[in-house]
């Protein structure tokens, strides 16, 4: 059954702490994305990666960090320095097949405490 | 990527067809027009897209103008699962990079 899978889906964090979220694909595309939504707002694009061992950063970058070590995978650590990190985050897949469309996981809503 | 405007939210009676305007009057020719939907708490669902011909698939049809700077996405026989958050938005079909959703019009099915 192929996919975006994202877990968990709902994640809680002290204030201070780092935490890592995970996307995992198995979609066989090479391109991945990370967006952040705040409520009632549009997408926001934190950091992208074209191809393996490579990313770039989108337009929210500061006090995120990602790695992409593998082609299905794309974990996302949002660290102490993000002053406002409680959000929905989505990440998705894109296809070179289809003109790059991108196809999304079903997100992980993280909340500090 | 040309801006869209969408109404911010339209209802539908359950089974009849619903038609889903977008305005992109600033689309430049090699921009696809895609239709995505959200439903509360969600990840946004890809639906459908195209460049120029009016495009079908098992989920919705689109109708883009001929000038290009408007498309309609119909959903042929709404249900009531089909309530949800629908995006235009538009993308150079070979660039990699960030998606853009508006505001995106809120589509009640109701009963």
């Known amino acids: 059954d192929g996919g975006i899978t994202q877990s968990p889906k709902y994640l809680f964090r002290k204030e201070g702490q780092n935490v890592t979220l995970s996307c995992e694909q198995n979609l066989n595309h090479d391109a991945m994305y990370w967006y952040r939504q705040d409520p009632g707002q549009g997408l926001r694009l934190i950091y992208y990666?074209?191809?393996?061992?490579?990313?770039q950063k989108g337009d929210i970058a500061e006090g995120y960090s990602v790695s992409r070590e593998k082609k299905e995978s794309f974990p996302l650590t949002v660290t102490s320095a993000q002053k406002n990190p409680t959000a929905f985050y989505l990440c998705a897949s894109a296809s070179p097949s289809q003109q790059e469309t991108q196809y999304f996981g079903p997100g992980t809503r993280l909340l500090v405490l | 990527d040309a801006k869209t405007t969408q109404p911010p939210s339209m209802d539908c009676a359950e089974g009849r067809a619903a038609n889903l305007p977008c305005n992109h009057s600033t689309i430049s020719g090699n921009e696809y027009v895609y239709w995505y939907r959200q439903i509360h708490s969600q990840g946004p669902q890809y639906i459908i897209h195209?460049?120029?011909n009016n495009e079908t698939n098992e989920m919705a049809s689109l109708i883009i103008t001929e000038d290009r700077k408007s498309s309609t996405l119909i959903l042929p026989h709404a249900t009531l699962r089909d309530t949800a958050v629908y995006y235009c938005?538009?993308?150079?079909?070979?660039?990699?990079?960030?998606?853009?959703f508006g505001q995106g019009t809120i589509l009640t099915v109701h009963p």
């Open positions: 195209g460049l120029k």
């Open positions: 990666s074209q191809i393996v061992n490579d990313f």
């Open positions: 938005t538009t993308r150079r079909g070979t660039s990699y990079g960030k998606l853009t």
